[in-house]
């Protein structure tokens, strides 16, 4: 199963945005799924205030697992790659403003999972 694959199914089972994009990259980032749901829980829902994109959060949250505090250039860059991509995508980074656009999370979820999956593996 694809990260895009996993993610859409976690969140159709009550997992927030960023629960599931996280969840979905286990294979990368080697975290188990108790402690990535975790950590991820606040940030859904643009972290509880419709701000930054949980599933792109979720994303963001990968690529600092898999490259480490160590290697903070590297996640910056993976950071930035992952950010523009879904820039371009939908327009906005913002929940907010996905919401007016009326984007699903089903489509975001999908997308910030299968860019962070090519990115990162």
Do not use: P, W
């Amino acid at each position: 199963m694809t990260a895009k694959e996993k993610a859409t199914e976690l969140h159709g089972k009550g997992y927030n945005c960023a629960q599931a994009v996280l969840l979905s990259m286990g294979g990368v980032t080697g975290m188990d799924e108790k402690t990535a749901a975790s950590i991820a829980c606040g940030f859904g829902g643009g972290a509880g205030c419709r701000e930054i994109c949980g599933a792109l959060s979720g994303a963001i949250m990968a690529a600092g697992l898999k490259y480490g505090a160590e290697n903070r250039a590297q996640v910056n860059a993976a950071d930035r790659e992952i950010i523009t991509a879904f820039r371009e995508k939908f327009g906005a980074v913002r929940c907010a403003d996905l919401k007016a656009a009326k984007i699903s999370c089903d489509d975001v979820i999908a997308f910030a999972a299968e860019k962070a999956e090519g990115l990162l593996k």
